[in-house]
């Protein structure tokens, strides 16, 4: 009986053309207009070489040192503070500098000279650069002036010393874009309330002809309950793991080595969508249209408040209201993705995972007290 039903299920589900729009067509339309929207934005905020134009003058050819100070702070190499553009005039300069090839100038002279268009970080990089250089240069024409038999003084100015060490958290590189990802499979997960309001609906006998069949089935009506909600969860936890792979493996986006466990997630945020519409379609006597207003409406709710619609709203919910972020099941969903993404230990991941699983126990439990009451005074 479990494999007749289950299958019946399971094909009855991929038969709904509306339910499966929303859990997997919607999310998929929905990941690649993120993906054409934000593929940039990490780039956005990745330092470069700075294009900086440097005139070529007498002064710049006087000076040495200069010109070995911008030799070495500029180049082809990726990691070259300055992308240095060589002019033989002001006018030229001028001329770059308001077409916006280079972010300034700079000028060399008894105090080198820099000129900007606008204030933005390449400028004040560029102004610390300069201040930093006139600083040492100040520094050691005082000391051979003041004191040269102590030039090596001069050594000791010249080295970069630092007192801290960077050390990374994780292997995986920090990112503004992948959390939107995160909250739209979040968004996925809850959509997995459609399938268990729908699988609900049609055991209740006064929703669904459907539902009086079942009631008269001489089976016990738990099992087919669990039977039918099996059959959702299967198929809408098929939808999750097709979103997931279509972000991975045709979008490209990077979540990570932890495969495994993001299934885990997407299995457990799964079963506490399943788990929410059902209860929402067995606990009030409303219509099936407005169950499913109430049910979008929470979805998206708690979609919002997990990131999807502005990023970092998570993070704001959780400083200002956090037994609300606690309670928010899209939050914990996006903080396990994140927990999985920027910790190398489970500890707070496996909280987040206790913690949905508790809230799908907990609906299942009174979505089954719930149907266990229901009589039926003629079907």
């Not at 553009?85 to 002279?109: C, H, M, P, S």
Request: charged letters at 15%; a negative charge; glycine letters at 8%.
């Amino acid at each position: 009986m479990f494999w007749n039903i289950y299958g019946k299920r399971i094909r009855g589900t991929l038969r709904d053309k509306d339910t499966l729009i929303w859990t997997w067509i919607f999310p998929i339309v929905l990941s690649t207009l993120f993906y054409f929207a934000f593929s940039s934005l990490d780039k956005e905020y990745t330092l470069s070489s700075i294009p900086t134009a440097v005139v070529m003058d007498e002064a710049y050819e006087a000076d040495a040192m200069f010109q070995e100070v911008i030799g070495a702070v500029s180049g082809e190499e990726e990691d070259a503070l300055l992308a240095v553009t060589f002019v033989n005039t002001v006018e030229e300069a001028d001329t770059l500098l308001e077409t916006g090839e280079v972010e300034g100038y700079i000028q060399a002279g008894e105090v080198p000279r820099l000129v900007l268009k606008e204030n933005g970080l390449n400028q004040t990089i560029l102004k610390s650069f300069l201040d930093q250089y006139i600083q040492k240069y100040s520094s050691i024409e005082t000391i051979h002036r003041e004191d040269p038999d102590h030039m090596e003084a001069v050594t000791a100015l010249l080295q970069q010393e630092s007192f801290t060490e960077e050390v990374s958290l994780t292997g995986n590189p920090p990112s503004n874009v992948v959390g939107y990802y995160y909250a739209l499979l979040a968004m996925v997960c809850m959509y997995g309330g459609f399938q268990g309001m729908r699988t609900v609906s049609k055991l209740q006998a006064n929703l669904s002809p459907v539902g009086a069949r079942q009631t008269m089935s001489p089976a016990g009506r738990f099992r087919l309950v669990i039977y039918d909600l099996l059959g959702g969860i299967t198929v809408h936890f098929g939808c999750v793991i097709l979103v997931l792979a279509y972000m991975t493996l045709i979008l490209g986006v990077n979540f990570g080595s932890k495969t495994g466990a993001m299934v885990l997630t997407c299995l457990v945020g799964s079963l506490m969508g399943v788990a929410f519409g059902a209860l929402v379609c067995v606990s009030s006597r409303l219509k099936e249209a407005a169950k499913t207003a109430v049910l979008t409406s929470v979805t998206m709710c708690c979609c919002f408040m997990g990131g999807l619609m502005v990023g970092g709203m998570n993070y704001i919910i959780a400083q200002n209201l956090p037994v609300l972020s606690w309670l928010n099941p899209a939050a914990r969903i996006v903080d396990s993705f994140y927990c999985l993404y920027y910790y190398n230990d489970y500890e707070r991941y496996l909280l987040n995972i206790g913690i949905l699983g508790a809230m799908a126990v907990v609906m299942f439990f009174i979505t089954g007290i719930f149907i266990r009451r229901q009589r039926y005074e003629s079907i």
